[in-house]
Nanobody, 120 residues
């Protein structure tokens, strides 16, 4: 069974940086895409970055130039480097992994999230 675990959350002051990590317990070759999402209290879930198996990255405008997603195929992790953080970046951050399961069908798995708090 695929396991997904986020780490690296914490509290940081506005303007600071933080790096989140998403550890995935499956073969890198089975992963089709990994996305980082966030949800603030009372807010909707937002995509903040994703990367596919070809290494193509996608960011919404509100994080472009501040967030960077990267893949470490040796450690089987996907990292999210966040800089110039703003109080409005405060949210629970979740990792979503899309992978090919043992039956050959695509499946997805969410982690439990890691909390990021940006103080002003």
């Amino acid at each position: 069974q695929v396991q997904v675990a986020e780490s690296g959350g914490g509290e940081v002051q506005a303007g600071g940086s933080l790096t989140l990590s998403c550890a995935v317990s499956t073969n890198t070759s089975d992963i089709r895409a990994v996305g980082w999402y966030r949800q603030a209290p009372g807010g909707q879930q937002q995509l903040v970055a994703n990367i596919n198996q070809r290494g193509e990255r996608n960011y919404p405008d509100f994080v472009k130039g501040r967030f960077a997603i990267s893949r470490d195929d040796v450690k089987n992790t996907v990292n999210l480097q966040m800089s110039s953080l703003k109080p409005e970046d405060t949210a629970m951050y979740f990792c979503n992994v899309i992978f090919v399961g043992p039956t050959g069908y695509w499946d997805q798995k969410w982690g439990k999230g890691t909390l990021v708090t940006v103080s002003s």
